[in-house]
């Protein structure tokens, strides 16, 4: 165990040219959020007395979406290579301390990772990887004792070279009293005509500093992004092991190559998940339920035996037991059902709680309402909330029928165990045990001729 304190340096100034977007690469997102989150996730898992980021100096939006005070910020005013990066860190560093350097668009480095890599006792450690095609790829090159001697690019390998799979990853950790000796004799001397970080590998050998080499075994942690391909194949990898893990627990995801979790997904058992979900933020899932396909649920606790049916959207609510949800149901933030409640098919409810055993099966608006118990709200029924300047509530007590195409102009109080004809537009609370009709009264007109085009 390296008993030296940890500070890590994560190199995220790129810009991603090959993307052509004008997001910096490590705030493009990945399941969910920001590659860069996905590192220091990782890396705050490991307390390190200190977190360098470096920035380049347009990326300020980087800087505001991580506004942690254990970050220190640090702006590499001209791009002159990863030696550079790194050498913008230096007069903030301990230096006794051990620094793990990060890629941040290779954001998928598991701590276990890093912390394997830090306690190699060499002068010098380098994270690298066995690959079946090492193309484009720098390798290393070991030597009798299984040291690293070189780090020889693709372009400059020899053909016995060019047979070697292993490769180097760009994530390293050294001392930082050796790096800071090091970091000066870098030239600009090669093909890229910048100062590079790798080039402290033959510096070191040259010192007799021992460089060892640490084999990552997961290939999706090394993976890095530089196009929107790259990203999309590193999300469907990540999604699918999201998957895997939670098939492991018993979860029964139908498809796991249409299964997207952009967040924290909390099963209970028996959880069945169609295809093409999304989940976002934090859900929570009671035990038996059932999700259709095409669902895309945010920030959400839904109750055991709940069947939300396909395509339906639901954000911010909560949904008790053994309720019926969609399909094609909308449920935004604020929404609050409890047990047996049934909401069908084009129905939208916003910031209102519904009680137990209570049916809005299609066609309806509830916003900014109270409604009780054993209430039946009839097809194309609508809360009127909003003059234009404020939003008002709607109470609907127990045991209420509301017969279809009904207007509640809110504010109003619809008394328990009241119906309501179909039709209606109302503006006045109804009393309890009532019947109340606002409707215009039907006419035939005998007399009437439907118009005929002249021609």
Known sequence: MNEKS?????????????????????????????????????VEALNPANIHIVIGPETDSVRQAFPSQKINWVTQTERLGTGHAVMQIMPH???????????????????????????VNAHLTVLTSVLDDPRSYGRIVRDEGDSISAIVEDRDATEEQKKINEINTGVMAANANALSAWLPQLSVQNAQKELLLTDII??????????????????????GVNTFGQLARLERML??????????????????????????????SDVFIDANNIFEGRVTLGDRVHIGANCHIIDSIIESDTVIKDY????????????????????????????????????????TKIGENTKASHLTYLGDANIG??????????????????????????NVFVGSNTAFVAPIVIGAGSTIGAGSVLTKDVEPETLALSRAKQKTVTTWTRPKDKD
């Open 6 to 42: 940890l500070e890590v340096c994560i190199l995220a100034a790129g810009i991603g040219t090959r993307m052509n977007s004008s997001i910096p690469k490590v705030m493009q997102p990945l399941a969910g959020r920001p590659m860069l989150g996905h590192l220091i996730n990782s």
């Open 93 to 119: 560093l301990n230096k006794d301390a051990r620094l793990l350097i990060l890629l941040g668009d290779a954001p998928l480095i598991s701590s276990k990772t890093m912390q394997t890599l830090i306690d």
């Open 202 to 223: 033959s510096i070191a050998n040259k010192e007799s500093m021992l460089v060892k080499p640490v084999i990552a075994e997961d290939k999706m942690e090394i993976s």
């Open 239 to 268: 999604q699918q092991r999201y998957a895997r893990d939670l098939q492991d627990a018993g979860v029964n995801i139908l498809d796991p190559q249409r299964f997207d979790k952009r967040g924290e997904l909390l099963c209970g």
């Open 312 to 351: 339906s959207h639901l954000q911010g609510c909560h949904v008790g037991p053994d309720s019926q949800i969609g399909p094609f149901a909308r449920l935004r933030p604020g929404t609050f059902l409890r047990k047996k409640v049934t909401i069908g098919n084009f129905v939208e409810v916003k910031n």
């Open 373 to 398: 118990e054993h209430v039946n709200i009839g097809a194309g029924s609508i809360t009127c909330n909003y003059d234009g300047l404020k939003k008002y509530q709607t109470r609907i007590d127990d």
